[in-house]
Nanobody, 123 residues
C-alpha cells in the first residue's frame, strides 16, 4: 500500500499551501483519512481527519479555522488546505489511512502512512 503526499514547500507567514494525498481506492474508499505532522525534536501530532465519505471532519485546536481537510465521496484522494500559516506550522506532514470509517485523532488508529512532505513557514 502506498500513500503519495505532495504539495509541501516554503511559504511566508500568512501564506497558504494545499497538500494532497493519494492512495488506492481499494485501500481508502471505506476508511477515514487523516493528516499528522512532526516538527524537529517533537512528537508526531494530530492535525485533521475526515470520514470515509467526507461528511465529518475533526481538527486540532491549533489549526481550527485555518486548515481545511476535504475529500470527495468515494475518492481516494484527501486534501489539506492550509491558510494563514504560522512559523509554528513548520513540520513534516504525513497522511494516513484510518482503520475505521469515522475520523480519529489517535495515531494508533491509523494503519497506513505516507512518506511525508515538508512544510516550512518563514517569519
Amino acid at each position: 500500500v502506498q500513500l503519495q503526499a505532495s504539495g509541501g514547500g516554503l511559504v511566508q507567514a500568512g501564506g497558504s499551501l494545499r497538500l494532497s494525498c493519494a492512495t488506492s481506492r481499494r485501500t481508502s474508499s471505506n476508511n477515514g483519512m487523516g493528516w499528522f505532522r512532526q516538527a524537529p525534536g517533537k512528537e508526531r501530532e494530530f492535525v485533521a481527519a475526515v470520514s470515509w465519505n467526507g461528511g465529518t471532519t475533526v481538527y486540532a485546536d491549533s489549526v481550527k479555522g485555518r486548515f481545511t481537510i476535504s475529500r470527495t465521496y468515494g475518492s481516494h484522494v484527501v486534501y489539506l488546505q492550509m491558510d494563514s500559516l504560522k512559523p509554528e506550522d513548520t513540520a513534516v506532514y504525513y497522511c494516513a489511512v484510518n482503520r475505521r470509517p469515522v475520523p480519529r485523532r489517535e495515531p494508533s488508529e491509523y494503519i497506513y502512512w505516507g512518506q511525508g512532505t515538508q512544510v516550512t513557514v518563514s517569519s
